[in-house]
């Protein structure tokens, strides 16, 4: 296998809506490259670059892939991504490491809630894109009303370099507007093409598109303009040179035409990547942190130390753990030891390869550019550089979210938490947008993702993958119960059953504390009514007895003990009985003190389109929510609110009803308040049902 030099490479992400094509169009230039003999899915319902168990059920994409072409001595690396809202973060890694983007959407459907999303992820990493409409075979496609939603929604920027020949089932070509020619496809999907004189029909539209196309690429620049000017066009050279220039600086994104699935358009595609999408040479510099963590930009082309971020990670049956990086300075060798510069460590690199899906290819070496895998490395993660120890520049990968959905989650044969805690540790691995830990209120396991979907797909490899069987439930909430008014009380245990009895006498008062008080001990004892060595034992019952709750089974906070006097026995007494006999006061005091229930309330976030910002409002009123605020950014809004958890639980799944997936959250707590009346008491009532189902049970 050839070893590239960054001149020679372009790093392309496909992205966009889900159902658009992305994966049909990265087998298409396989196949017509001759990577690959089949065109689309091989019997088992595999493409090359979904090869999940899960992917092939659900038949789309769910993490970003790779495959490479090679097409003009150039190579190309494919970066197959996801179209699902809550697998966007894959995508976002495949876009922190490619040069370009060719944003792909459906002839039918046009500009969907995820081509925005990518649209804004290609202007964060200021990616130079190119628009491919597929699925121009199918009925009800057309390329004037997709390429004016495109437009309309990404301004006049977005410019036709092709014209289709026929639409829906009469498609069957195109029209190059660089070159000026056109090319009819053969109708049994090998990809074959003749070229052919441009249809006389589409001629006045070839001929105008093309003006307007000429115009655009000589306002960037004087000299071609002032041409422009003088002879009323510009050469062939001029124009190829000038539209490359435009498309890197973001002045014009080129569309293209396309049928994955019949094979048309294919190789018009392969040209334009290699002929004006930008080398992965052309960034000339490269932003890092050094160890302190200080900002540091360098010339990659100038340094020849090696760096290299690893920007996803996957398990395969035979390989182990396979960790994707690009190369972005120096070279990278088979059989070498670099340094972890994120984690401070040696790193031994076995064989190199490169990804056609999951199918490995070996290779002697990597250099600056490219794109490339490693099976089994010790200590390296997602969003890791490897580099050297003398040059330990950290490159800068993409910051996860929050998890939006959060489900308790246990194994359903007994004995499975150590099973399951070792097979997600796996996963997020994998996936670093996964949570997973214990609630120590609650004493719950949370397995935390983007959505439902998310959770269940874990769900579904934690059995597939690592033969563990979990359910999920909603969370609970970590209610908390509090008192509302001083109260005293008397505690006093006393047993006799022959031999030594048991004897303890203690008198307390309880008093609120202000909200996030918790709980405060004072001992008040004065002349040794109750000795020394007692007086923690009685904290310890009210501790013991606060732990389990008196309404409802939750822990009591923001109040505070006094423990004012008692009485004891030489004989009887002991550190058993005035625990005990706290726990009584306690039990009375808790009688007294008018206790009442608490909640969680969540700071909330709520960002999504203006349009939708009514019906938001309207539901976080439901939900007994509080708006404090609004910001606007363009045409996004974000509602600031205050909202209680148990209002919360199953929100991602409304937000994205209500916004059609174009609106986001994030969530975190912010205090306890008080539970309203009316819902206390069924608060109340359900747990206690539940305690008694669960004493039954054992």
């Not at 003749?194 to 029909?201: F, G, N």
């Not at 690893?310 to 390989?319: A, E, G, L, N, R």
Request: negative net charge; aromatic residues 8%; glycine residues 8%.
């Amino acid at each position: 296998m050839k070893v590239y030099l960054g001149s020679e490479i372009r790093n392309v992400a496909l992205v966009g809506h889900n159902d658009t094509g992305k994966t049909s169009l990265v087998s298409q230039l396989l196949f017509n490259t001759g990577a690959t003999t089949r065109l689309g899915r091989i019997d088992d319902g595999t493409t090359t670059t979904d090869f999940d168990q899960d992917e092939i059920e659900r038949k789309h994409s769910i993490s970003a892939a790779a495959a490479f072409v090679e097409w003009n001595n150039t190579k190309i690396n494919l970066l197959d991504t996801p179209g699902f809202g809550i697998f966007l973060m894959e995508t976002r890694s495949a876009m922190r490491v490619a040069d370009s983007a060719a944003v792909v959407v459906s002839g039918v459907t046009g500009v969907e809630v995820t081509t925005e999303k990518v649209w804004k992820f290609a202007d964060e990493f200021a990616l130079p894109r190119m628009i491919i409409i597929n699925k121009m075979d199918r009925e009800r496609a057309s390329f004037s009303r997709t390429l004016e939603a495109l437009q309309k929604k990404f301004g006049k920027n977005v410019v036709p370099i092709q014209l289709p020949i026929g639409e829906e089932k009469d498609f069957k070509g195109v029209i190059d507007l660089v070159s000026m020619k056109a090319y009819q496809y053969a109708t049994d999907g090998s990809g074959k093409f003749d070229t052919i004189d441009i249809p006389a029909a589409l001629k006045s539209d070839a001929d105008d598109w093309r003006e307007k196309l000429i115009e655009k690429v000589a306002e960037g620049d004087d000299t071609l303009m002032e041409r422009f000017f003088d002879q009323g066009g510009l050469s062939q050279e001029e124009l190829i040179d000038g539209l490359k220039r435009e498309i890197s600086h973001h002045q014009i994104y080129p569309v293209l035409i396309d049928s994955a699935s019949h094979n048309i358009g294919g190789h018009a595609i392969l040209e334009a990547m290699v002929a004006l999408l930008p080398s992965a040479d052309d960034a000339k510099t490269i932003d890092g942190k050094n160890p302190k963590g200080e900002k540091i930009t360098f010339d990659r082309r100038a340094e020849a130390f090696p760096a290299a971020l690893v920007f996803k990670t996957f398990s395969d049956p035979f390989s182990g753990r396979v960790s994707l990086f690009r190369v972005f300075s120096g070279t990278l060798k088979s059989d070498s030891t670099y340094w972890n510069t994120t984690r401070d460590h040696e790193e031994r690199i076995g064989k190199l390869q490169l990804l056609q899906g999951k199918q490995q290819v070996p290779i002697t070496e990597l250099r600056a550019g490219d794109i490339g895998a490693v099976a089994k490395l010790k200590d390296v993660r997602t969003g890791d550089t490897l580099g050297t120890k003398d040059h330990p520049i950290v490159l800068e990968h993409i910051h996860y979210p929050e998890a939006a959905i959060s489900f308790a989650i246990e194994g359903k044969a007994r004995g499975d938490e150590d099973k399951i805690g070792t097979a997600l540790a796996r996963i997020i691995e994998e996936d670093p947008s996964i949570r997973f830990h214990r609630d120590e209120q609650t004493k719950e396991f949370l397995l935390s993702g983007q959505g439902q979907l998310h959770v269940e797909i874990v769900v579904s490899k934690l059995k597939k993958k690592y033969g563990v069987d979990v359910i999920l439930h909603p969370p609970k909430v970590p209610y908390r119960e509090t008192i509302t008014r001083p109260a005293d009380a008397h505690g006093r245990h006393k047993k006799q059953s022959g031999g030594h009895g048991q004897f303890a006498d203690c008198k307390i008062k309880i008093e609120p504390l202000p909200r996030g008080g918790d709980f405060e001990f004072v001992d008040e004892i004065f002349g040794g009514s109750i000795p020394r060595q007692y007086i923690p034992a009685v904290e310890k019952g009210i501790q013991d007895a606060r732990r389990r709750g008196y309404l409802a089974g939750y822990p009591v906070v923001d109040f505070r003990v006094r423990l004012l006097d008692g009485q004891y026995h030489d004989v009887d007494s002991s550190e058993m009985a005035f625990k005990i006999a706290g726990s009584l006061a306690f039990q009375a005091g808790m009688e007294q003190a008018k206790p009442t229930l608490l909640e969680p309330i969540m700071r909330v976030d709520i960002s999504a389109p203006t349009e939708y910002v009514g019906d938001l409002m309207g539901d976080l009123n439901s939900r007994r929510g509080r708006m404090e605020g609004v910001d606007a950014e363009e045409d996004i809004q974000t509602l600031h609110s205050r909202v209680p958890l148990a209002e919360m639980l199953t929100y991602g799944s409304t937000l994205r009803s209500i916004t059609q997936g174009r609106g986001s959250f994030h969530m975190e707590f912010s205090h306890y308040e008080e539970v309203p009346r009316n819902l206390q008491e069924k608060i109340i009532a359900e747990s206690k049902k539940a305690h008694q189902e669960q004493h039954a049970a054992h």
